[in-house]
């Protein structure tokens, strides 16, 4: 029977609503700081993208467009002036960043409590001790999406296919959180299909379009596909939908799954960012 196919979208929708309607109840809007370095186009849309959904949601946004050639020093600057001030509540400083710049030492250089994409390494070390904080905004997708079909992850055989630390690692640690039994694959794992075959919850974030074929999925698998790929002009994910829908028993489509959810999710953080402000 073909796969049901997860809306990612419509649930996008919902919290994006409940934000709004959050953010309608507070004195003062949440506001977000978003930093993009440099034209990537690619970092253009996704910028545009979250802007336009925080005006939806009500929030504030400023948004600091920082030429290419731009040195480290200064983006620390910014950074540390966005810290500092008590009306910014989350900073969200576009990935990749330029080859001259280290991402690390920036991402370092934001404030936990500010860091609304969880990438912070304050962050993502609370992730490993089961202490979350602001949890990276994708992995919340990913889990949101698995628990809209599948109600108890506890026991389930979850493999995830990807290692980074935005996704891949955040993504297996949630789930381990949850008590599935999670195992994670990368460019060296020898027989990927060996691992894929035996998931209950698929998870693959690696950016190879169609990587993962209908032989490589359990029957009745939920599968969450993170991957972007530009193939012919058209975007795809990792999965290689129209094989993979006719054995999984829920599939996440791209776009319209992971996407749309991570956007939202990352609405939902910058409110959780608001709440947890220090007092001053
Ligand atoms: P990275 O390039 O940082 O990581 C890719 C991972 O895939 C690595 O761990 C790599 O292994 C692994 N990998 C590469 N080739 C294979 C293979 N043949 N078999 C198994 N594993 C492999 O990418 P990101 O984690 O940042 O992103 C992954 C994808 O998700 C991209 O397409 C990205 O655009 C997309 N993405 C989508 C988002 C959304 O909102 N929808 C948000 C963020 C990312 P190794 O570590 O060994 O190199």
């Given at each position: 029977?073909?796969?049901?196919?997860?809306?990612?979208?419509?649930?996008?929708?919902?919290?994006?609503?409940s934000v709004?309607?959050r953010v309608?109840k507070l004195k003062e809007k949440p506001k977000?700081?978003?930093?993009?370095?440099?034209?990537?186009?690619?970092?253009?849309?996704?910028?545009?993208?979250?802007?336009?959904?925080?005006?939806?949601?009500?929030c504030?946004?400023?948004?600091?467009?920082?030429?290419?050639?731009?040195?480290?020093?200064?983006?620390?600057?910014?950074?540390?002036?966005?810290?500092?001030?008590?009306?910014?509540h989350g900073?969200?400083?576009?990935?990749?960043?330029?080859?001259?710049?280290?991402?690390?030492?920036?991402?370092?250089?934001?404030?936990p409590h500010k860091d609304v994409?969880?990438?912070?390494?304050?962050?993502?070390?609370?992730?490993?001790?089961?202490?979350?904080f602001l949890?990276?905004?994708?992995?919340?997708?990913?889990?949101?999406?698995?628990?809209?079909?599948?109600?108890?992850?506890?026991?389930?055989?979850?493999?995830?296919?990807?290692?980074?630390?935005?996704?891949?690692?955040?993504?297996?640690?949630?789930?381990?959180?949850?008590?599935?039994?999670?195992?994670?694959?990368?460019?060296?794992?020898?027989?990927?299909?060996?691992?894929?075959?035996?998931?209950?919850?698929?998870?693959?974030?690696?950016?190879?379009?169609?990587?993962?074929?209908?032989?490589?999925?359990?029957?009745?698998?939920?599968?969450?596909?993170?991957?972007?790929?530009?193939?012919?002009?058209?975007?795809?994910?990792?999965?290689?939908?129209?094989?993979?829908?006719?054995?999984?028993?829920?599939?996440?489509?791209?776009?319209?799954?992971?996407?749309?959810?991570?956007?939202?999710?990352?609405l939902d953080n910058l409110l959780m960012a608001y709440r947890l402000k220090p007092k001053?």
């Amino acid at each position: 029977m073909p796969a049901n196919i997860i809306d990612g979208k419509d649930i996008a929708e919902k919290i994006l609503d409940s934000v709004k309607e959050r953010v309608s109840k507070l004195k003062e809007k949440p506001k977000l700081a978003l930093v993009l370095v440099g034209n990537n186009p690619a970092s253009e849309v996704y910028v545009n993208f979250k802007e336009k959904d925080c005006l939806k949601c009500g929030c504030g946004c400023d948004r600091y467009n920082l030429p290419e050639d731009i040195d480290e020093i200064a983006l620390l600057d910014l950074v540390t002036k966005l810290n500092n001030d008590p009306g910014v509540h989350g900073i969200l400083v576009q990935l990749p960043l330029p080859k001259h710049i280290n991402e690390n030492l920036i991402m370092d250089s934001i404030l936990p409590h500010k860091d609304v994409d969880g990438f912070t390494p304050v962050n993502l070390g609370n992730l490993v001790n089961d202490n979350n904080f602001l949890e990276p905004a994708t992995a919340r997708a990913c889990i949101a999406l698995i628990e809209s079909v599948e109600n108890k992850i506890e026991g389930k055989n979850a493999v995830v296919v990807g290692r980074s630390s935005i996704v891949g690692k955040p993504v297996a640690l949630l789930l381990l959180q949850k008590n599935a039994t999670a195992t994670i694959c990368h460019s060296k794992t020898k027989n990927l299909k060996e691992h894929t075959k035996n998931a209950d919850i698929l998870v693959v974030a690696v950016g190879k379009a169609g990587l993962i074929k209908r032989d490589m999925v359990k029957e009745g698998a939920v599968v969450i596909d993170v991957g972007i790929s530009r193939v012919n002009g058209k975007i795809v994910g990792d999965v290689d939908f129209d094989s993979v829908k006719e054995v999984a028993g829920f599939l996440t489509p791209v776009p319209g799954g992971v996407g749309p959810m991570t956007r939202a999710m990352l609405l939902d953080n910058l409110l959780m960012a608001y709440r947890l402000k220090p007092k001053m």
